[in-house]
T-cell receptor, first 115, second 114 residues
Framework: NAGVTQTPKFQVLKTGQSMTLQCAQD?????MSWYRQDPGMGLRLIHY???????DQGEVPNGYNVSRSTTEDFPLRLLSAAPSQTSVYFC??????????????FGEGSRLTVL | AQSVTQLGSHVSVSEGALVLLRCNYSSSVPPYLFWYVQYPNQGLQLLLKYTSAATLVKGINGFEAEFKKSETSFHLTKPSAHMSDAAEYFC????????????FGQGTTLQVKP
C-alpha cells in the first residue's frame, strides 16, 4: 500500500526556473493538499482540492499553481522559482464524507532549494 | 478563522519524566483537533485526534491529550518519556466541514535527555 507518493525527494533550482512537484495517492481520497514547512513556522497550507476539477487557495498560495485532473494526482507547479520558496513541501490527502476518518495522510516530503 | 498556538518551540525532558506539550486553539465552530509527530527527515504521522467524542483521547506510543473547551486547550502528555520520543510535534485544528483543511501550529521540538 503506497499511500501518498511525492517526487522528487530533493531538487535544486536556480532563480527563475520552473518545476513541478508530483503527488499521487492510491487511497481514493477526494481531498488533497500541499503544505510547506519552514523552521519555526510549522506547516502552512498552499493549495488544496476537494475533488477532481476543484482547487482552492490556502494561506500562502502566491507563486504556486495547482490542478486536479484526476482523483489520484495533485501536482504543484512553481512557474518562476524564488529563493523564498526554498522549503520542504508536503502533500497530504484525506477521505471526505463516508470515507473520512479525520486523519490527513502525508507523503515523505520534497526538499527544494532555490539558489 | 481558526488558529493554533503551541507554547514553547523546544521542550527538554529527562528520560522517564513527564512529557507535556501545550496547544491552544481558536475556532468559531466545534473543532476537530489533532496531534502529529514528525521524526527527522520523515513525513508527519498521526498521534491522536479529537472529533467531539470522549474529551480524553488516547493515541499511539503512550501519548494522550485532553480537550478542554473552557480553556480552548488540547495539551499532549505522556507519563514517562523514552529516548525514541525525541521528535517534532505539531498540533492542528480543522473545522467539522468536509473541506478537510488542517491549520497547524508552529511545532514543538521534544528533546529527551538520558
Amino acid at each position: 500500500n503506497a499511500g501518498v507518493t511525492q517526487t522528487p525527494k530533493f531538487q535544486v533550482l536556480k532563480t527563475g526556473q520552473s518545476m513541478t512537484l508530483q503527488c499521487a495517492q492510491d487511497m481514493n481520497h477526494e481531498y488533497m493538499s500541499w503544505y510547506r514547512q519552514d523552521p519555526g513556522m510549522g506547516l502552512r497550507l498552499i493549495h488544496y482540492s476537494v475533488g477532481a476539477g476543484i482547487t482552492d487557495q490556502g494561506e500562502v498560495p502566491n507563486g504556486y499553481n495547482v490542478s486536479r485532473s484526476t482523483t489520484e494526482d495533485f501536482p504543484l507547479r512553481l512557474l518562476s522559482a524564488a529563493p523564498s520558496q526554498t522549503s520542504v513541501y508536503f502533500c497530504a490527502s484525506r477521505g471526505v464524507g463516508g470515507t473520512d476518518t479525520g486523519e490527513l495522510f502525508f507523503g515523505e516530503g520534497s526538499r527544494l532549494t532555490v539558489l | 478563522a481558526q488558529s493554533v498556538t503551541q507554547l514553547g518551540s523546544h521542550v527538554s525532558v529527562s528520560e522517564g519524566a513527564l512529557v507535556l506539550l501545550r496547544c491552544n486553539y481558536s475556532s468559531s465552530v466545534p473543532p476537530y483537533l489533532f496531534w502529529y509527530v514528525q521524526y527527522p527527515n520523515q513525513g508527519l504521522q498521526l498521534l491522536l485526534k479529537y472529533t467531539s467524542a470522549a474529551t480524553l483521547v488516547k493515541g499511539i506510543n503512550g501519548f494522550e491529550a485532553e480537550f478542554k473547551k473552557s480553556e480552548t486547550s488540547f495539551h499532549l502528555t505522556k507519563p514517562s518519556a523514552h529516548m525514541s520520543d525525541a521528535a517534532e510535534y505539531f498540533c492542528a485544528v480543522s473545522d467539522s466541514s468536509n473541506t478537510g483543511k488542517l491549520i497547524f501550529g508552529q511545532g514543538t521540538t521534544l528533546q529527551v535527555k538520558p
